[in-house]
């Protein structure tokens, strides 16, 4: 299948190789193999491919990994630019999907989701 | 401490546990569920679409059998289950308000506490003689594993993305093999989530057509139903095919189109849409009224397909929110002084030229 990578360098992933205990709990979550093992530390392998879906920060032990987590939704940010809370449901990704429509945004973990 | 109800309709007797009557489900769907699916996938009473959280057994489990943890919408609740025929299983439903697991885990109520909560109140380490929970990997924006180790005691395993997956999983001892744990966009995927992103333009669209039919009939020097079924229908089907382009052409071909961003994309598609239309109307060209009026379309077209094909992002897999913030900065603007311009040149050319 084709690739499909968007768009090039700007996501908020970081990386503190110094404090990566190299327990691998990121590599696990990661829906997108973003992050690599080697030599008992992981770095950082596919930038582009990261939806900054936050799963790898909130499981690493300790805070090596990073990134501002959020849903890359036009909607959302439209919604949120506009000041009202979200009508549309952006969030997809799972396939028996489709239960968010006209749910509340909520905050929670620093998320600007949408549903 | 509290067990879900047994006089929930998919509920088939109980398993007694120390805790009390756990509600025994199967792995068959029954036409109940199906149907309650159906109605769900379209939008039908979709927001009560829940079952009772706590704790179900799959079968007949025992001590030793999995525990597999997912979200009280009874979509993935019937997933779940239906990939599981033949096993014996407790499942641990989780109150996320009847929302999915990915989008829950992004809200945080498919979350840490939520899942420690659960294991408390149903007793679970009573009830199991290990501590392994098996959660869906796309839980992992919300749950901390490590976290949930620390407060509980329970060792939290991430399955594979896709429930389908699970047996191969279980049988592999708790390993999920790459493919497994890679979120994929593959075409039929897509094409699923069409028929959403189009019902809600629809809508608009329904506003919109007739008001562009009755100005195609009210300029030009022709009269009305003449003016109106030349220029009013060319405006309905240019405006659809706008709609078709960015809604449902640009999510289907998304790996061929050109560039990373989804304008870009649902400009390149709204750009052939606007050549194809253009080839239609090769007559028109002899006047200068003609001429701005295709000119309009080569804007609103593609400014339309643009826009559609950037909202798709939310649809996406793959997507970040820092992405489509960038991604917005230049496009918005773009696309409504297109879409803009476009408007006035046809009005232009309906009423001026
Ligand atoms: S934020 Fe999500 S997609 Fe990005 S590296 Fe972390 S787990 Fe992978
Ligand atoms: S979760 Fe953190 S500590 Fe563990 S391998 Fe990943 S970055 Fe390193």
Known sequence: ?????????????????????????????????????????????????????????????????????GVGCAAAVINSALGRNASSCCCVIEPDAGACNGVREAKISGRTGCC | MSLPGLDQPFVKGSVQTRMGPVPRISSTLVRADRWGSIKARWGVGRMRYTIEPGLYALENPDEKSPVLVTANYKMSFDRLREALPGRNAWILVLDTNGINVWCAAGKGTFGTEELVRHIESSGLEHTVAHRKLILPQLSGPGVAAFKVKKLSGFDVIYGPIEAKDLPSFLDAGLKATPEMRRKTFTIKERTVLVPVELVGTLKWALIILPVFFFLGGLGGPAGFWSGALNHGLLAMVALLSAVAAGAVLTPIFLPWLPGRAFSLKGLAMGLITAIILTAFRAGNFSDLAGRIEILAWFLIIPAIAAYLAMNFTGASTYTSLSGVKKEMKWAVPLEIAAGTAGLLLWLGSRFVT
């Not at chain 1, 992933?13 to 404090?19: H, I, N, P, V």
């Not at chain 1, 997108?32 to 900054?52: F, P, T």
Request: glycine share 6%; proline share 3%.
């Open chain 1, 1 to 69: 299948m084709e690739k499909l990578i968007y768009l090039r360098d700007v996501v908020t992933l970081a990386l503190d190789r110094k404090k990566c205990i190299g327990c691998g709990l990121c590599l696990v979550v990661c829906p997108h193999e973003v992050l690599i093992m080697n030599n008992g530390h992981v770095s950082i392998e596919n930038r582009d491919l990261c939806m900054e879906c936050g799963a790898c920060a909130l499981n690493c032990p300790t805070e090596a990994v990073t990134v501002r987590a």
